[in-house]
């Protein structure tokens, strides 16, 4: 097949949108495979872009795989996407296509984004489950709202929650509220320390990417105190930093006396701008850094992108992150779970030994962070988990 061959797909599903004069028209998905950078071009103005599906980051985090960037047409119009990634199952006993925080939709907005959505999980079980024997294993995003539509969708196609994060909530800002309603929405405690950081004498800095080497010099200290081990996706910095805006990320700084006390890597396309990494120093907890470049970083994203929203990511455990960032999301953001992950398969065969492969890499994962709780125990989570982990005080 040409990469750039459309075909419908395999079970042609098909959905209901309003046309002119309110005439329902029936209309079929078609699905094309691009090459990696025309990939990373097309999803740029995705509403929901993110690092992960970038062809740049995951050939990078995950080089051993398949990588399929494949996009979803209607009526010829690019309506979305999903960079499907094909791992071989040992002894080449069967193979997984993974999409991670995927299929994305270009425009969230439009009234049958829903359908859409629902049309191109058909076609990734029509293709990779059906025509191929595949597990398909799905990751979606944590949801805006209470109920996530997008598992509602993988549970009601006969999707099986496999995986699930041990500390699953995801920090979520709300971008669109001028400085007054953010502060108001603010816990009063965050607001305290924010009050405290800005009569600290710090400075808040947007930088350009020709000053990546700044960053990477804090946070390898940073690393190198705390003396983590870093299993993060950190070894991609410099593949999305060498990308066109504005899937590049964003820098920033806080600067104190002089000095770098704190900096931050921010993913910005889209409608949800992601916090990627952060670094500090010594002197950034007592000065307050932390509030204060938050705080700006904020400013910065709603007066300078598209982005309604601003994912702080998780809390990896630990309960000081937890304060402190649902005091950030306040009465304005929200706090969701990424679900389980959904796998599928139409073949029994395929599902067992997909299954049965995750397992394993969980329990290897399990046994990881054992070790590193062993060998450092300021790196073992102090947060409670279950379904109250959000709400821990």
């Not at 409608?271 to 670094?279: E, K, N, S």
Request: charged share 20%; net charge neutral.
């Amino acid at each position: 097949m040409s990469l750039t061959e459309d075909r419908p797909s395999q079970t042609a599903p098909a959905f209901v949108d309003v046309g002119q004069g309110g005439v329902p028209l029936v209309h079929r998905l078609t699905t094309r495979i691009v090459s990696g950078p025309e990939w990373d071009r097309t999803i740029a103005d995705f509403d929901e872009v993110c690092q992960e599906q970038l062809y740049a980051f995951a050939v990078t985090r995950w080089p051993s795989v398949q990588h399929e960037p494949m996009l979803f047409l209607l009526d010829s119009e690019v309506v979305g996407g999903s960079l499907m990634m094909v791992q071989p199952l040992p002894l080449r006993l069967g193979k997984i296509a993974v999409s991670k925080w995927g299929p994305m939709r270009k425009d969230i907005s439009r009234p049958d984004a829903g359908a859409i959505y629902t049309g191109m999980v058909e076609a990734l079980m029509a293709d990779y489950a059906d025509a191929r024997g595949q597990m398909i294993s799905v990751l979606p995003a944590a949801s805006i709202t209470s109920v996530n539509d997008a598992w509602v969708v993988l549970d009601q196609h006969g999707f099986k929650p496999g995986s699930q994060l041990l500390f699953p909530s995801r920090y979520i800002v709300n971008l669109r509220l001028d400085d007054a309603a953010q502060r108001k929405s603010l816990h009063q405690k965050w607001r305290y320390h924010l009050n405290k950081s800005e009569k600290a004498g710090l400075s808040f800095e947007h930088a350009g990417p020709e000053r990546l080497a700044e960053f990477q010099t804090l946070y390898t200290a940073m690393t190198d105190r705390k003396q983590f081990s870093d299993h993060s996706a950190y070894d991609t910095v410099d593949a999305l930093m060498a990308l066109d805006d504005p899937l590049r990320p964003e820098l920033f700084f806080v600067r104190h006396a002089g000095e770098l006390v704190a900096g931050a890597l921010i993913f910005k396309a889209g409608d949800r701008a992601v916090y990627l990494y952060g670094a500090t120093n010594d002197q950034a907890l007592p000065l307050r850094a932390g509030y204060f470049m938050h705080w700006h970083i904020i400013r910065w994203l709603r007066d300078n992108t598209r982005a309604t929203w601003y994912d702080l990511g998780g809390t990896d455990g630990f309960q000081g992150l937890h304060q402190f960032k649902k005091g950030m999301v306040g009465d304005a953001g929200v706090i969701q779970p990424v679900p389980p992950v959904a796998n599928y398969a139409s073949r029994p065969l395929a599902y067992a030994l997909g299954a049965g492969a995750f397992a394993a890499r969980d329990a290897m994962h399990h046994l990881r962070r054992q070790f590193d709780g062993w060998r450092n125990p300021k790196s073992r989570p102090t947060q409670v988990r279950g379904g109250s982990d959000q709400v821990a005080e």
